[in-house]
DNA sequence: TTGAAAGCGCTAACAG
DNA sequence: CTGTTAGCGCTTTCAA
C-alpha cells in the first residue's frame, strides 16, 4: 500500500525550506511580515511534503479544539439523522468537526461518551434524540455549553431547541377547517408519549377555539401503520361520521389510509387524512400521497448548533426554543386542479 | 449557569496535592512506584478538580490520537446508520471516537473533510455510502489507512468490506424452491444500479443451475413502492403466470404486495414474495410481513472497524472482502403452523 | 519514592 | 525580515 510513513512536521518544512520553525509558521499563517520569497519557498515545502498541520498541537495554544460532541440519548435514527445534517451545515461543513456518540438509551454509556468527550476537549455538546420529552440534564456545572436539539433539557435553565408540535397540530386543523371538514378524529401513539399528548391536547383546543370537539375521543395507541388500521377500523365499526383524520404519525396515517380505502372511503372525496413528520418513504407510498406536518429538524439542528457556537462565543441562549413546524399539502386533503402550479426552485419556504 | 471557568490542568492537581506533575501523572496513570498515599492524594486532587486528562495533549506523544474519520460519500441516511453503529462497537464504545463527516455527494466537499482528518490526525478512515458501487479511492499515498464499507474502492489493493449480494439473491431463489416454486419473476430497481444488475444476476444464474429461468425478463424500474406496483401489473397483465416474486428491495416488494392483493392474489398461497434489505418498516407494513434478505450492515461496519484497526496496528487486509448475506423467513413465503416455536433469546445468528 | 528536565508540534513574544 | 525562546498540557527519561 502506497502509505506515507508519517505526518510531515513543521519542522521538516522548515528544514526544506531553510528557515526556522517560526518562521515557517508565520508563512504558512500568513502572520507577521515576510518576504514574498520566502514565504513562497515555505508554501512549497509543505505541497512537497504534504504537510497538515497539526490540529492537536495547535490547539494547545488556542484553548479551543474547532470540535463538538453530538450524544443521541436513545439510538441513532430518523429523526437524529436531519438535525446531525443541519447542526453540520451550520458548523461550517468542516470548519468544525462533529464526534458523534450513540448514546443506545444507556445512561451509563451516555455518561461515559460525556467524560471521553470532555477529555478530548470539545468546545460544546450537542444533545439529541428521537422524542421530544425532556429529559435530565445530561451533566451540571460542566466546563462547556450544552445545547438540547429536538429533545429538551429537564432544567428550564439549559438551552434546548424544540419543534412547536402544538402549533403544528394546529396547523393541521386550521386547514382541515379551511377545507370545510368539521368531523374530525384523531388517531395517534401512546399517550405516555408526550408528542401524542401534546398533539392531542392542541388539536383538541383548536377545535373548541371554533366551538367544535373531535368526532370521538383522541385515540391512543402505537405509532405503526397496523395501529392505523386498526384505530380506523374502530372508527368505521362505531358508526361516527367524519370526514376527516388528523394522525399522529405518517405510519399511522398510511395505516389509516389502506383501511378507509379498503373499507370503500375515498381520499380525499370522502375523508380527508394528515399526517405528521412528512416522512417521505411513508407520505410517497401513501394512495394518495399524504398532506403532513413538517417539524423542520433540520432547521432545528442548525439552530441548536448556531445557539451553541453562540454560547462557545459567551453568548449563550438559555431556555427553551420552540421552532415553527409547517404544513406540507399533498392529495390526500386537496384534489389538484388539473396541474399544479410549477414553484419556484430555491429552498422550501419554512 | 453553572459552568466551570476552565478545565483543570495536571499542574492544578500536582499543586493542589503538592506534588511534581511528573509524580502526578505516574499516579494518574498506574506508572512507576509511589507510595499508595501519594496516589491516593492525587487522585483525590483529581476528583476534587474534576480533573479530565487533555486527550490532544497525550496524543503529542503517542503520535495516536484514538479517534477515527467517517466519511458518507452521498447522504447519510438508512444505510449508512447501521454500518455506523457497527463500527461504533467494535470500535469500543469512546475507546476511540468518530468524526462523522457527510460527503452528500458532493467530491470537493469530501476532499476537504479529508483534509481536516488528517489535520486532526486521526488514526484511520472509513468511507461508507448508500450504494454499493465502485467508487474511486478518497485519496492515495495517504498518511493513514482506510476501509471502505458497504461501498468499495475501484482500487482492488484498497480494503474494502461489502455484503455479497449475489450470494443473499441465491439464498432468497434456494428458499422459494425448497417451498416449492419454480415460476419465479424479479423485480429490482434500476438496470444502471449495481446491486440491481448484480441481483439480478446472480438470481438468473441460481436458477440456470437448477435447469430453470425466470418466467420473464427482470423488470428493471426504480426501487421505489410505486415501482413495485407498477411492475406488478405488467406481470399480471402480461398473462405469465408465476408463483413467486423475489424483489430487488423491500419498497418494492411492498409495492408488489399491495398490487396483487388488490388484483386477488392471495400471499403466499398463490404467490410467495421475497424482499430484499429487511428493513423493518416496509416488512412490517406489508400484509403479510415480508421475507427478505439481510446485509447485516452492522456487522459489515464491526468488521470495517475491526479491520480499520488491524490495520492501524499495522496489519492490513487488503482488497475486497465480502460478509455473506442471511435471509429472514416471514409469512410472505411461510404459512405459520400454529404458533411458531418462540426461538431462543441472544443475537441473530448471521 | 519523588522531582527536574526534556520534548511531542505548534504559536507567539521578543530580539536581533 | 528572520531567528530564538518560552510555553500550551502532558509523558517520560534520568537523577537525586
Not at 3 to 11: D, M
Not at 74 to 98: H, K, N, Y
Not at 142 to 171: H, T
Not at 323 to 336: A, I
Request: aromatic share 4%.
Amino acid at each position: 500500500m502506497g502509505r506515507l510513513e508519517r505526518h510531515a512536521t513543521i519542522t521538516d518544512v522548515a528544514a526544506l525550506a531553510g528557515v526556522s520553525v517560526g518562521t515557517a509558521s508565520k508563512a504558512l499563517n500568513g502572520r507577521g511580515s515576510l518576504r514574498e520569497e520566502t514565504r513562497r519557498r515555505v508554501r512549497d515545502a509543505a505541497r512537497q511534503l504534504n504537510f497538515e498541520a497539526n490540529a492537536g498541537a495547535r490547539n494547545l495554544h488556542s484553548g479551543r479544539t474547532y470540535t463538538v460532541g453530538m450524544i443521541t440519548t436513545d439510538t441513532i435514527g430518523r429523526f437524529s439523522i436531519p438535525v446531525l445534517m443541519g447542526a453540520e451545515d451550520a458548523l461550517g461543513a468542516g470548519e468544525m468537526s462533529i464526534f458523534l456518540c450513540d448514546g443506545r438509551g444507556d445512561p451509563i454509556r451516555e455518561q461515559y461518551y460525556v467524560k471521553t468527550l470532555l477529555s478530548r476537549r470539545v468546545d460544546g455538546i450537542i444533545v439529541t434524540g428521537r422524542r421530544t420529552e425532556a429529559r435530565a440534564p445530561i451533566g451540571v456545572g460542566l466546563p462547556v455549553p450544552v445545547v438540547y436539539a429536538f429533545i429538551s433539557s429537564a432544567d428550564p435553565d439549559d438551552c434546548s431547541v424544540v419543534p412547536d408540535e402544538a402549533g403544528g397540530a394546529r396547523k393541521a386543523i386550521d386547514h382541515l377547517l379551511a377545507i370545510g371538514r368539521g368531523r374530525i378524529a384523531h388517531i395517534t401513539g401512546p399517550d405516555h408519549h408526550n408528542s401524542a399528548r401534546v398533539r392531542a391536547a392542541a388539536t383538541t383546543e383548536r377545535l373548541a377555539e371554533e366551538g367544535l370537539s373531535l368526532v370521538a375521543p383522541p385515540l391512543f395507541g402505537g405509532w405503526s401503520e397496523a395501529w392505523g388500521g386498526q384505530a380506523a377500523g374502530i372508527l368505521l365499526g362505531s358508526g361516527t361520521e367524519f370526514d376527516a383524520v388528523f394522525c399522529g404519525s405518517d405510519q399511522i396515517a398510511r395505516g389509516v389510509s389502506d383501511a378507509l380505502r379498503a373499507a370503500g372511503r375515498r381520499i380525499p372525496e370522502d375523508v380527508a387524512l394528515v399526517g405528521f413528520d412528512n416522512w417521505d418513504v411513508m407520505i410517497e407510498g401513501a394512495k394518495p400521497p399524504l398532506t403532513s406536518v413538517d417539524m423542520n429538524l433540520q432547521g432545528l439542528g442548525r439552530s441548536a448548533a448556531e445557539r451553541l457556537l453562540a454560547a462557545i462565543n459567551g453568548s449563550p441562549s438559555p431556555g427553551r426554543h420552540a421552532l415553527p413546524c409547517h404544513l406540507v399539502v399533498r392529495e390526500s386533503t386537496t384534489v389538484p386542479l388539473r396541474s399544479p402550479p410549477a414553484s419556484p426552485p430555491g429552498p422550501a419556504g419554512q
